[in-house]
């Protein structure tokens, strides 16, 4: 009999050795991942893998059950170890010598302690869903132009790990005995001889959850939830509209009673400000926004505007450089609008499989507005007359003929 165990034992272990998927790279994890990157791998994958999303897909229930598997054995320091150690088989093997918990969890109850409710989703079942929670993000024009992935922190209701959402230090939960469980109790007033009235009101023992704990969690006092900062990371994609609305499934408030809610970013843009590096010291910095066009304007001096002969080098968000210029004898016009285009923002394309391709940009709209001096040293203002005088009577261009107006107009607008 003995022997035929151990045979046995022998056959089954090399198949499960083989089949098995290593549980680090499942879960997409280093080796010296820590016990956050263990539970954050899970809350991710577990939501894509899970059943509810992909009806009728074999593998990907297969994948969660997985997924389940391997976050309990390296959740658990001692199973990591072994597996560490000796893999699959050691867990084997260990669990064959009753080491540890036999067997492993339900992977939907595993579910149920991360996102509450049942273990589903609610899409289907009608289950009850937590409250949507809501955040506003604001982030720097420079990171709707290059994208960023950023690590943001928001505090939230959590189910209180430490008592797996029961309440109990003990892992005891006894029905309640005022109301059976129910949660409500149900009294009987007489109005008069032989008319009753039904009063149905929630149970003061229990507090409405039909349950009662005789030894609340040290953590949660009862509660069975917890309020924890949850770490998020918001991908920023290159050319963004402000205001975009960025969904984390289930991600908001948790409670045992109700599956989570999701949590919306709603992504705005930071006011303009010269950060403290020098990539964010850039002209960009103040360029304004409209759709996938910018905006900037330069300043000009009369001289330049009139006689031309100037460059600028004016920074864009990520550091390079759009040259603007003219040559000598190029007049730019006050508010004037020169549109060059490809130095816009990129074109943001909800379809990601777009973004391979060559990236699309809009144009830079830069609107020129031109001073004039409001003082001149005296020397300087007698020679500026002088030369009028002198150029006006010669060429005696008269803007007012141009106009096609009365010629009876009493003032002369010349050059
Ligand atoms: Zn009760
Ligand atoms: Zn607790």
């Known amino acids: 009999m003995l022997f035929w165990s151990s045979l046995l034992v022998l056959f089954i272990l090399p198949s499960i050795a083989l089949c098995a998927e290593d549980f680090y790279k499942l879960l997409g994890l280093d080796r010296d991942a820590s016990d956050r990157e263990i539970k954050k791998a899970y809350r991710t994958l577990s939501k894509k893998f899970h059943p509810d999303k992909n009806p009728n897909n074999e593998d990907s229930h297969t994948k969660f059950v997985s997924i389940a598997e391997a976050y309990e054995v390296l959740i658990e320091p001692q199973t990591r170890k072994i597996y560490d150690q000796y893999g699959h088989e050691g867990l084997a093997q260990h669990q064959q010598g009753g080491g540890g918990h036999q067997g492993h969890h339900d992977p939907f109850d595993l579910f149920s302690r991360f996102f509450g409710g049942s273990g589903h989703f609610g899409h289907h079942g009608g289950e009850r869903r937590g409250p949507t929670m809501e955040a506003q ?162 300043v000009l001096s009369l001289r330049e505007a009139w006689m031309g002969s100037w460059q600028r080098n004016i920074t864009h968000l990520d550091g390079h450089i759009v040259q603007l210029s003219r040559p000598r004898g190029k007049v730019v016009q006050p508010n004037a609008v020169e549109v060059i285009s490809g130095e816009g923002m990129p074109i943001w394309n909800n379809d990601r499989s777009n973004d391979s391709g060559d990236e699309e940009y809009g144009a830079l709209n830069v609107e020129y507005v031109v001073i004039l001096p409001d003082t001149m040293a005296s020397g300087m203002e007698k020679d500026f007359w002088n030369m009028w005088e002198k150029w006006r009577k010669k060429l005696a261009v008269n803007l007012w003929d141009d106009s096609g107006r009365s010629k009876a107009a009493p003032i002369h607008n010349e050059l």
């Open 137 to 298: 993000i604001d982030v720097p024009l420079r990171d709707f132009y290059m994208g960023k992935e950023m690590q943001f922190t928001i505090e939230k209701q959590a189910i209180c790990s430490s008592c797996e959402g029961t309440g109990s230090d003990d892992g005891v939960v006894d029905e309640c005995s005022v109301c059976s469980g129910r949660g409500h109790r149900v009294q009987r007033h007489m109005l008069a001889p032989g008319i009753f009235q039904q009063v149905q009101s929630v149970c003061d023992a229990c507090g409405g959850k039909g349950k009662t704990v005789h030894n609340p969690c040290t953590v949660c006092h009862g509660a069975r939830v917890v309020r924890e900062p949850e770490t998020h990371t918001l991908d920023i994609e290159k050319g963004m509209p402000r205001g975009v609305r960025v969904t984390f499934e289930n991600e908001g408030d948790e409670s045992p009673d109700w599956v989570a809610g999701d949590l919306i970013v709603n992504v705005q843009e930071l006011d303009p400000s010269l950060g403290e590096e020098d990539h964010e010291k850039t002209d960009g910095t103040f360029f304004r926004r409209r759709g996938n066009d910018l905006f900037w304007t330069e």
